[in-house]
């Protein structure tokens, strides 16, 4: 009997909630488990490169891994689509793992060159443009399209998560045993993720979820509706063509396409005043460290309700408008946070901040997860995470630079201005306006009804 027969056979079946879907929670451990590991390999690095070379050279340390993720994070997501998501996955996760672990084995031997940390970071930003992709492709793969935003939400939350254990697991590594030992974790946290990226199972591509098999009336129409939606992608061909067919793909979708261009204005608007101008400003009002250690965990207060929002409630109705909202909010606070006289009150805008662009982006990938073919997931999540750890931090220099000119508060409220333009783009798109988080029907619900009620 067929999986489409026996779905018909036992009838429709409750919907399990991401949060309580072990196969989700399975990816989502491995997920963090990796995420953490990669902020204790980036502690390692930087340490390592503090202590065998000067400023400038830590800086070109730090930085060359960003230049391969640049530059081959669309590969990535071409690859991700041509090899399958799990095997890209499970590849580079392992090659990260055994990278870093002869590493560490070098340097408990001596100290590490200049060259030899360069040549890691290049290298682990390699194998990064194929694994960030490939490993945001997953979350359509795992649950059906009403549990995104909350699947979304929990990966907001294990980024937030990797991002306060991560550096002190690696600051305590180097005070016990020195970079090797540090490097050693961040290999044995790739190892663990191994594992569990195993037992995660992928759902098919154009396979309809049970609980829309009920309303078809005939077994061999399951199989029709799955022919058409694998079929819904053109044949492959060379890959320089995928390259170009996904970005055409991105180009031309009514919703995809304008989400994209949101996420890249608003990103190039705000990314550079929330790490390079942030710090910049503490030194400008004297609140030194601590005040710039308070303000950023503000942010990330903010950004973890926001996620731990979206996981529980699982969709917001309006999801456009919403994601409008509260970028709007988001750039507002932003532009504020260099006008306000007190630290108090800068930390309380950022917390604002955190928790307005918190649920804005989780929306937004939401959002571009439901509407992508499934052909595609690779090559639309490239571009997504290109806007992020690609093109955003160009505007770094810019924005030291300026306020190094005019001062923070002009900087700020420019950037702000411009993040903010990203709205009038979410505005002037009809289907971002009117998009929203599909809702899971009831079992035996009609179709035409769950329409209604959506």
Not at 122 to 147: E, M, N, S
Not at 423 to 428: K, N, Y
Not at 430 to 453: F, H
């Amino acid at each position: 009997m067929s999986a489409a027969e026996t779905a018909l056979a036992q009838g429709p079946t409750a919907p399990r909630p991401a949060h309580r879907d072990a196969n989700v929670l399975r990816w989502l451990a491995a997920y963090t488990v990796s995420l953490i590991g990669d902020s204790v390999y980036f502690v390692a690095l930087a340490w390592s490169a503090q202590k065998v070379a000067g400023p400038a050279e830590v800086g070109l340390v730090m930085a060359a891994g960003a230049l391969p993720r640049a530059l081959l994070m669309l590969g990535g997501g071409v690859a991700a689509d041509r090899f399958g998501v799990r095997r890209i996955v499970l590849g580079s996760d392992a090659v990260r793992c055994v990278l870093i672990l002869a590493v560490a084995a070098g340097v408990a031997v001596t100290a590490p060159a200049v060259w030899v940390l360069v040549a890691l970071a290049l290298a682990f930003g390699a194998v990064d443009a194929l694994f960030v992709p490939a490993v945001g492709a997953l979350p359509p793969r795992i649950t059906g399209p009403d549990q995104l935003a909350r699947v979304t939400g929990m990966r907001t939350l294990s980024m937030r998560v990797s991002q306060i254990a991560g550096p002190p697991l690696g600051g305590l590594a180097m005070g016990v045993g020195g970079a090797s030992a540090a490097f050693a974790v961040a290999g044995l946290l790739f190892a663990v993720s191994l594992p569990l990226l195993l037992t995660v199972r992928l759902r098919p591509l154009g396979v309809p979820d049970v609980a829309d098999v009920a309303d078809v009336a005939d077994v061999a129409d399951v199989a029709g509706a799955a022919d058409v939606r694998r079929g819904s992608a053109p044949a492959p061909g060379s890959a320089w063509q995928d390259l170009l067919g996904g970005l055409r793909y991105v180009r031309r979708h009514r919703l995809i396409g304008p989400l994209v261009a949101v996420t890249a204005v608003s990103e190039l608007g705000l990314t550079g005043t929330l790490n390079v101008g942030m710090v910049l400003l503490n030194g400008e009002r004297g609140w030194g460290p601590s005040g710039y250690g308070w303000i950023v965990s503000g942010f990330g207060a903010g950004a973890t309700v926001g996620a731990v929002l979206l996981t529980v409630a699982g969709r917001l109705p309006r999801a456009g408008l919403a994601l409008a909202a509260t970028l709007l909010v988001g750039c507002a606070g932003a532009s504020t946070i260099a006008l306000v006289p007190t630290l108090p009150l800068a930390v309380t805008l950022a917390a604002t901040v955190g928790l307005a662009m918190g649920v804005c982006g989780t929306l937004a990938n939401a959002l571009v997860q439901t509407a992508s073919d499934p052909a595609y997931l690779g090559r639309v999540t490239s571009v997504v995470m290109l806007n992020t750890v690609g093109l955003a931090p160009l505007s770094y220099p810019v924005v030291g630079a300026a306020i190094g000119v005019w001062g923070a508060a002009p900087v700020f409220v420019g950037c702000g201005v411009i993040g903010s333009l990203g709205v009038g783009v979410a505005l002037v798109s009809g289907a971002v306006r009117g998009a929203e988080l599909p809702r899971r029907r009831p079992p035996g619900q009609p179709r035409s009804e769950a329409r209604a009620q959506a």
